[in-house]
């Protein structure tokens, strides 16, 4: 089953990256013209290495890691216990599923962070190359999302983050002590955690 599962978060991990990479292309009008000759933002092997990276556990959230180890010692549990205590086959299973219907709302969260996270890493990718192309940096921006659930560290982050924006590495910078002082790391290009949606934009 978390076999299964972790297919199916690769895939999924895919599509956002893929998602992010197209839709920052559509933004930034991936068409440009540079000496009478028109450019585009090509989709390479660079990106397809970049995938491997990040369903290899390196760039993103740790999350979904701790998930399958929770999950995994859970259920063992169970099976070393309904052995011990001689239960059914039917027993054992309908205690496993209790198991994994508790964890579901983590499987929520944790899904929608990793998901928001790779897509914002496509995001930066499309960026990238589009600055190359137009030997220019651009400034980015986090959209933060708020709500009850967001956190200290991202109405801080919010507030601090000018108009105009920061060149990525500014960006990064500010991140990581504004995390630093709220017990957060960052992974990747945006400070990110359960429950609180963060959106990696270009300033235009």
């Known amino acids: 089953m978390i076999k299964d599962l972790k297919l199916l978060v690769n895939n999924e991990m895919r599509d956002a990256y893929i998602h ?4 920052a292309s ?3 009008k991936v068409n440009v ?5 028109r450019l585009d933002i090509k989709w390479d092997q ?5 995938i491997r990276v990040l369903q290899s556990g390196r760039v ?4 979904y890691n701790e998930l399958s180890m929770v999950l995994s010692t859970k259920l063992n549990l169970v099976v070393a216990d309904s052995i011990a205590q001689g239960r059914s086959i039917n027993t054992t299973v309908g205690e496993m599923q209790k198991i994994v219907n508790t964890e579901v709302y983590k499987l929520r969260r944790i899904a929608r ?13 499309s960026y990238k190359k589009q600055e190359k192309l137009r030997k220019k940096p651009f400034k980015y921006t986090l959209v933060v999302a708020s709500g009850p659930r967001t956190c200290d560290a991202h109405i801080e982050l919010k507030s601090r983050i000018p108009a105009a924006g920061l060149l ?3 960006l990064i910078q500010l991140q990581q002590s504004v995390g630093a002082s709220h017990g957060l790391s960052l992974t990747g290009n945006s400070l990110l955690h359960p429950n609180q949606r963060t959106i990696l934009l270009r300033v235009p």
């Open 33 to 37: 013209v540079q000496k009478g000759k």
């Open 20 to 23: 992010g990479f197209k839709s």
């Open 46 to 50: 660079e990106d397809e290495d970049a």
């Open 168 to 170: 990525i590495d500014d």
């Open 26 to 28: 559509e933004e930034g």
């Open 60 to 63: 993103q959230t740790n999350s």
């Open 113 to 125: 962070t990793e998901i928001i996270n790779v897509g914002n890493e496509g995001r930066l990718a």
